[in-house]
């Protein structure tokens, strides 16, 4: 996982360009062992986006209900903090999908 | 040239927490050395497939930690590739036989994983992933679990098909000696178990594991050994990282590339097959892998499996008499080789209860990542 301040940062350059856009989902699944840093997310959905330029993207799917979880459903891109975080880590925001 | 296999040892796996990474390269290389009737001096290289030695136990420089060892200090490196670390291991020593460079090399699959906590070696794994899908919060069987959706769906595909992957390879774990686990499962079982990212559920993804094997192979002859297991092929291919990148989420592009690539280099087809080891770090990886590998049609692969035609004593082309990943379990790095010493031990009809009668071509099949590289190696009488 990434904790370097300098690849944080240069990462964050690309987000902004990122945020608003439309899709649909394609794949989901529902991740319930997850790795450190999101276990008190847990248990929350992964998605692959076909987004409306034609690629794909995979990302996590926030603010859903059961309803939302099938291919087809459209989502827009928003920006939200990513994981839990150790104290002297710096906060980390990267896209994520919502249902629209 | 004719690569031969001399040599062809493993530790047994499971959670070996009284026995250090050392001791078990050490085990399976005497082992392997005493089979091969050579001395240690006889060789000249070593080749260590292994992928979390740096993440989890905070050591790197493997090729030199391991000749110490095999008592010789000879040249040695450590070959990375996530799980097809030990297959691409091979593929190196191969090649550098084929240059010329060496003329008996030693191959040794190896990793130590069960000294560290869940949510680290969760974590470690996921460093065969890309940055966009641990961004996403995707774990391993979280990217397995995106391509079984695709696949029930898009082949009418039951969660009962796919679990009959892993009580098929129970069931052969019951006969192989090394096995993690040796108890039987049935459908229920696996239904019944804990989901881990839907629709996979816990007996559907292979255990975490330590363990060790190793094969010795040679450009050269043998004294000791009269009519030795050749490596007719040995192919390698890639393709991207990250699933969401590929075209398909149903078929593995590097498994049909490199299975293709060596049924042209060895002139064989997949039905001339009689046993393979796949790569069924989960038991969708099984039923996708049959289908990429030839054996069954597309959308057939698990299907087949639950009509047992993979089974040992049943099925026409068996997969995985060792139990595969799931039942004999998947210490990574260790895993490429440990297939090399099932199939090796199959061609020299030496597997005991589990033998598949009459077996002459062996198969092994080896993939790291998602799919992001894939190791085939054909072996034959």
Known sequence: MITSPVKLWRRHKNVSAQIGKKGKILLWTIIRVPAKSFTDQAPYPVVIVKMQNGENMIGQLVDWQEKDLVSGCEVVSVLRRLRTEDKEDIIYYNIKFKPL | ?381
Not at chain 2, 68 to 95: K, Q
Not at chain 2, 104 to 114: A, Q, R, S, W
Not at chain 2, 237 to 246: N, P, Q, V
Request: proline share 3%.
């Open chain 2, 1 to 381: 040239m004719i690569i031969s296999i001399l040599g062809a040892s493993t530790t047994k796996f499971g959670e070996l927490w009284n026995v250090s990474p050392r001791a078990m390269a050490k085990e399976v290389m005497v082992n392997a050395l005493n089979m091969s009737g050579l001395k240690s001096s006889d060789i000249d290289a070593l080749y260590v497939g292994n992928m979390l030695s740096g993440i989890l136990g905070n050591q790197a420089n493997l090729g030199s930690l391991l000749v110490e060892e095999l008592g010789v200090f000879i040249p040695a490196f450590r070959v990375e590739g996530a799980c097809a670390s030990g297959g691409l291991a091979l593929h190196n020593a191969v090649n550098s036989i084929k240059a010329g460079q060496y003329k008996t090399v030693l191959v040794l699959g190896i990793e130590k994983m069960t000294d560290a906590s869940l949510d680290e070696t969760t974590n470690a794994l996921m460093a065969a992933g890309s940055d966009e899908e641990r961004m996403a919060g995707a774990t391993f069987p979280g990217v397995y679990a995106l391509m079984a959706q695709a696949y029930m769906k898009q082949y009418n595909v039951s969660e009962e098909d796919l679990a009959s992957v892993s009580v098929k390879n129970h069931y052969h774990g019951t006969l192989n000696p090394k096995a993690q686990f040796r108890f039987p499962i049935t459908i229920n079982d696996v239904l019944k178990s804990p989901k881990i990212a839907d629709p996979l559920k816990l007996l559907d993804c292979s255990p975490i594991s330590d363990g060790a094997a190793a094969v010795i192979i040679t450009g050269g002859g043998s004294k000791k050994i009269k009519k030795p297991i050749r490596i007719v092929a040995s192919e390698i291919a890639t393709d991207t990282l990250s699933l969401h990148d590929r075209k398909s989420f149903t078929s593995l592009h590097s498994v049909v590339e490199a299975s293709h690539k060596a049924y042209k280099k060895s002139g064989l087809k997949p039905t001339d097959i009689d046993v393979a080891e796949i790569h069924d770090c989960f038991s969708i990886s099984e039923a996708i892998a049959v289908e990429d590998l030839g054996f069954s049609k597309k959308g057939e692969g698990a299907r087949d499996i639950a009509k047992e035609k993979r089974t040992l004593f049943k099925g026409d082309i068996i997969c995985n008499s060792s139990g595969g990943l799931k039942a004999c379990g998947h210490p990574v790095g260790a895993t490429g080789i440990k297939q090399i010493v099932e199939i090796t031990e199959q061609l020299r009809a030496e597997s005991g209860e589990r033998q598949v009668k009459g077996a002459k071509i062996g198969l092994t099949h080896n993939v790291g990542g998602s799919g992001a590289v894939t190791a085939i190696h054909i072996l034959r009488v």
